[in-house]
């Protein structure tokens, strides 16, 4: 179980040259029950690295408390480097060193040997087995993914860090890389993951959405989209780039946004169907459909994150 | 065979050693369209993107960017397109206005046009207060507006953009699109990779290449009727599953 | 221990697996020899001269007079034994000493014949060549003015000689200096460019997330580096014995030890910096700026150190090279033993362990 209670961190930032860091306005609070995979989810900037660092025990907080099966991060860093297995937004792998030795040697840290864990990881690094003599910077995205996690995986650890894990990566290894999760999640790991992609949230347990440092929603993937309020469309129209300003030009259209093949926007209370698609006619628009849809996470951000 | 091509390649090949990262792609591109260039990690796009560039020479096959040779005239061809990726894109320590004026001069606009373009492209943004910022202090969505902004400064035929939107945030993502429309709109051609797929339905015409490979090139309407599918994801995911390259 | 030697061996594969930068490594040392072995003219300034003076004449005096009175020698008094000019030179309090005939005048005047002798300590070729040679200027001059004055050709005989270092040979001032600059740059630069790519490529997180202590990391770090030195240190030996035929007159094994001492201080230099600087380019320019440069220029490999101004001497006493090297020097081509060298080895063990204790007080737990 992790739990965090008022963490705030606010630094200078060598790279955006200004002053970043997470709970600002109010310190982030929340808990993560085992066996569970807690989605932390925003865009860069959003401040889940930090927040990830934290609890890595890789950063001290300004204030406010973060512990990890009962132990803290900032007092007892040392236990907490024996219980987690981190993985880095960047793949943090010696390029130099072959697949094989990545591994042995990230097990030797770790106390332990690839036999002796070898069950945990067997899964992901039997995909990867035929080619451990390669050299790690010789790998493709998708299997330095999996050596990255079989290396954070190869003491057994009780709580899992993974840090934008399919940042860059295509959507077939990031769909296996969330299967990987999944299968891991089974075994008891507490699995906290971050991501910019908003369509993964639902392969979370539970899920933060996180932008400037702040949570603005922690809930179950089901749980924030029942919270949202508005009414939601999706449009499709012969010409889809126009139909997105003639859309916005509606007075009663509250906002409209492109989602692939059609947009989605939301309406003014009481706004039907027909009178919606009565004003795109009079625009000339022949081609219209109109239904009411649930909304998708990525929807709730952005009615979150409006201005 | 239209004059309007903007981009046209046949059995465009490139072999590294044994290894041939992009296998005989052919392919013509239309003037003003919108064109998705997807496909698998590892899969030879980052190749393919820099023969058409003229930074890479191809080991085989023949072309044309912006009506000029790949082979022979790729001096020329870097003068007309814009290039813009997640990686590099604007000089973090330098402010915005000297991004721009520094990009303008490295493609020979003179310091009126560079001036009044200027002017004209901040306001466009709305960054009329950033004029000063450091491009470091910048947010990312507002960062890879910018730089979609100076890679099309000088007006290209073409502009190629590797993967523009990755950590970008979903509002921003989307105004972004809307600056690509409207790029496409002016008759830029827009030449685009993406791991979105929603993004994927923005284009007018996708290709899909696995193992070096064009597997599938058609709108995106076409390709889920063909492919039996509801959206692009399902589409990619069945045609990266053939993949067969151990990489 | 295993995770040490995991380490240890992790980092043996990164060295041997950059062919390019293990060629330069091993490369640096024998072309450097080759480099330095030609000799450089240099103007010598500041020449440390001890008088003796038996005869205690108006001659002699008035040469003595014109040599301190010559900006090029800086006059450290007079002694009253050979013995005692043997210990100053060995000790290194001055560069050369100028002997008298006991009967100088006498001499001169009833047999129209005396001598003058010029000791100089010739382990840095330079400066006991150039510095004869000003003596010799001036008492040709003396020679020149007495004539005119008196009309009788006195002959003063001046003979010169060389300690430590009779053949001149050049490449004995640089072969200690190549070992200093090599040594420094293997460990010091080396070790922090590879402790520093690991915090650039990421790796350095994951590492500091694990059990495995910094200190370990660190450590384990330098071994490698610290096997690369000690190859270095033979070959550049094997060169200078067989190549550059410049015997080593002294203890080896004292050599060696000394040397060793060395090479801990420069890692623990390198670790130091590591712990300073987040990027790789930022660890070139330091270690290049501020290691490179002063062991090149204030070490006295290649300026000698009493030349130089008073504010770049004190400077130079806080380049480790500088004690190091003349260490080399007097153990490798004067052939002296333990107790000659016990200050620099004494200043070397002190910068050590300030330089150890430093870079571990500065080892982060954490990212910055």
């Known amino acids: 179980m992790i739990t965090v209670d008022n963490l705030r961190k606010n630094y200078f930032s060598d790279k955006s040259g200004k002053f970043a860091g997470i709970g600002k306005e109010n310190g982030l609070s929340f808990e993560v029950n085992d066996g569970e995979v807690f989605g932390v989810i925003g865009p860069d900037g959003a401040g889940k690295t930090t927040l990830f660092r934290i609890l890595a025990s890789l950063l001290l907080p300004d204030s406010g408390s973060a512990t990890m099966n009962g132990i803290d991060v900032v007092k007892n860093y040392k236990q907490i480097r024996r219980i987690i297995g981190y993985m880095p937004g960047r793949f943090s792998l010696y390029q130099d060193l072959s697949v094989e030795e990545n591994l042995r040697f990230f097990a030797t840290v770790f106390n332990t040997t690839i036999e002796e864990n070898y069950d945990l990881i067997k899964d992901i690094y039997q995909q990867i087995e035929p080619f451990k003599t390669r050299r790690a910077g010789a790998l493709s995205g998708g299997m330095k993914q999996k050596l990255a996690l079989s290396c954070a995986l190869i003491h057994k650890p009780d709580v899992l860090i993974l840090d934008e894990p399919t940042t860059g990566v295509d959507p077939v290894s990031r769909k296996e890389f969330w299967d990987m999760l999944k299968r891991l999640k089974e075994q008891g790991i507490i699995i906290l993951v971050s991501t910019a992609y908003m369509d993964e949230a639902s392969r979370c347990d539970r899920i933060a959405l996180m932008r400037d440092g702040q949570f603005i929603a922690t809930d179950t993937p089901q749980g924030i989209i029942d919270a949202y309020a508005e009414t939601l469309w999706a449009v499709q129209t012969e010409n889809m780039s126009t139909s997105l300003n003639d859309l916005r030009s509606c007075s009663e259209v509250l906002s409209c946004f492109a989602f692939g093949d059609k947009h989605h926007i939301t309406v003014e209370h009481g706004f039907t169907k027909e009178e919606l698609s009565g004003f795109l006619k009079e625009k000339g628009y022949r081609n219209v459909k109109i239904e009411a849809i649930s909304p998708s996470v990525e929807d709730c951000f952005m009615a979150l994150t409006k201005d | ?247 | 221990m295993k995770q040490f030697f995991a380490f240890v061996k992790k980092e043996f594969y990164h060295i041997l697996r950059d062919g390019r930068t293990m060629l330069i490594l091993l490369g640096m040392p024998v072309v450097q020899i080759l480099l330095f072995g030609f000799a450089i003219n240099m103007d010598v300034q500041h020449i440390r001269t001890a008088v003796y003076d038996p005869s205690q004449d108006e001659t002699s005096r008035q040469i003595v007079q014109r040599i301190t009175a010559n900006p090029y020698f800086d006059m450290q008094g007079e002694v009253y034994s050979m013995q005692e000019i043997q210990d100053l030179l060995r000790r290194g309090d001055i560069d050369m000493a100028v002997v008298f005939d006991e009967a100088f005048q006498t001499n001169l005047v009833h047999s129209g014949k005396s001598q003058i002798q010029i000791i100089t300590d010739a382990s840095d070729p330079n400066l006991g060549t150039i510095s004869t040679n000003y003596v010799l200027a001036i008492i040709g001059q003396y020679q020149q003015e007495m004539m005119g004055l008196t009309g009788i050709p006195y002959q003063i005989d001046i003979k010169s000689k060389l300690l430590y270092n009779p053949e001149m040979i050049s490449a004995y001032t640089f072969v200690p200096g190549i070992m200093g600059l090599v040594l420094m740059i293997i460990c010091a630069i080396m070790t922090s460019i590879s402790i520093v790519r690991e915090k650039e490529r990421g790796t350095m997180e994951v590492l500091l997330a694990s059990p495995l202590r910094p200190a370990t990391v660190l450590i384990s770090k330098t071994i490698p580096y610290l096997t690369l030195s000690f190859v270095n240190l033979i070959s550049i030996l094997l060169l200078a014995v067989f190549v550059l035929h410049v015997p080593i007159q002294g203890n080896l094994l004292l050599l060696i030890a000394v040397s060793i001492l060395f090479i801990f201080l420069a890692l623990a230099l390198g670790l130091l910096i590591s712990t300073l600087v987040r990027t790789q380019v930022t660890a070139i320019l330091i270690a290049g700026l501020g290691l490179m440069m002063p062991t090149l220029i204030l070490s006295g490999m290649i300026f000698p150190i009493g030349n130089m101004p008073q504010p770049l001497q004190w400077l130079s006493a806080l380049v480790p090279a500088r004690w190091y090297i003349a260490a080399v020097k007097k153990i490798m081509i004067e052939g002296l033993g333990f107790i000659y060298v016990i200050k620099e080895v004494s200043i070397l063990v002190g910068m050590s362990v300030f330089l150890i204790v430093f870079s571990i007080f500065n080892i982060k737990t954490r990212l910055e």
């Open chain 2, 1 to 247: 065979m239209s004059n309007n091509d903007v981009i046209k390649v046949s059995g465009l090949t490139k072999k590294f050693g044994h290894f041939t990262a992009v296998d005989h792609i052919s392919f013509d591109v239309k003037e003003g369209e919108i064109f998705g260039f997807l496909g698998a990690n590892g899969a030879g796009k980052t190749t393919a993107i820099q023969m058409l560039c003229g930074i890479s020479k191809p080991t085989a096959g023949k072309g044309t960017v912006a009506g000029y040779d790949i082979l022979r005239e790729n001096e020329k061809i870097k003068r007309n397109i814009g290039y813009m990726s997640q990686k590099f894109s604007l000089y973090e320590d330098l402010r915005v206005w000297e991004n721009i004026r520094l990009f303008g001069g490295i493609y020979g606009l003179n310091d009126k046009q560079i001036a009044d373009k200027t002017e004209e492209l901040l306001t466009r943004l709305k960054f009329e207060d950033q004029r000063n910022a450091m491009v470091r202090s910048l947010p990312l969505g507002w960062k890879q507006k910018l730089a979609f902004s100076v890679a099309i400064f000088h007006t290209p035929k073409i502009v190629f953009l590797d993967e523009p939107t990755g950590g970008v945030d979903p509002a921003m993502r989307r105004q972004f699109w809307e600056m690509i429309y409207e790029a496409a709109d002016q008759g830029i051609t827009v030449f685009v990779t993406t791991h979105y797929m929603d993004e994927a339905e923005y284009c007018n015409r996708v290709s899909i290449m696995v193992d070096g490979r064009i597997d599938a090139l058609d709108s995106p309407s076409a390709l889920k009727q063909q492919y039996d599918a509801v959206n692009m994801d399902q589409v990619f995911r069945k045609l990266a599953r053939k993949s067969t390259r151990a990489e």
